[in-house]
Nanobody, 125 residues
């Protein structure tokens, strides 16, 4: 049973930083990809970033490119999202997700099989 547990959310002023973590358990994730998505009130869940466990290949949404950095710690089975220069529009619930990776981009939420409960990020102006 795959479990994903997010942590690290909170309230921060615009321009500040936060680091989100996702602890994964329940299986070996070598051939998996991990993603971060976010959902603001009244909006659809949107792609933020993804990383493959094996090669560490990363991808980012244009809205966060250059400000967010995704990384993984294979030994600890943890994926992190370092968020810098935060903006009010980054506010939302951030979800960690996992899926078996067969190649290709993974920017759609329906491509992921496992989800965490989410952690709230609020950026004040």
């Amino acid at each position: 049973q795959v479990q994903l547990v997010e942590s690290g959310g909170g309230l921060v002023q615009a321009g500040g930083s936060l680091t989100l973590s996702c602890a994964a358990s329940g299986r070996t994730f070598t051939n998996y990809a991990m993603g971060w998505f976010r959902q603001a009130p009244g909006k659809e869940r949107e792609f933020v970033s993804t990383i493959t466990w094996g090669a560490g290949t990363t991808s980012y949404a244009d809205s966060v490119k250059g400000r967010f950095t995704i990384s993984r710690d294979n030994a600890k089975k943890k994926v992190s999202l370092q968020m810098n220069s935060l903006k009010p529009e980054d506010t939302g619930i951030y979800y960690c997700a996992a899926t078996y990776w067969l190649g290709g981009p993974l920017r759609e939420y329906h491509q992921y099989d496992y989800w965490g409960q989410g952690t709230q990020v609020t950026v004040s102006s």
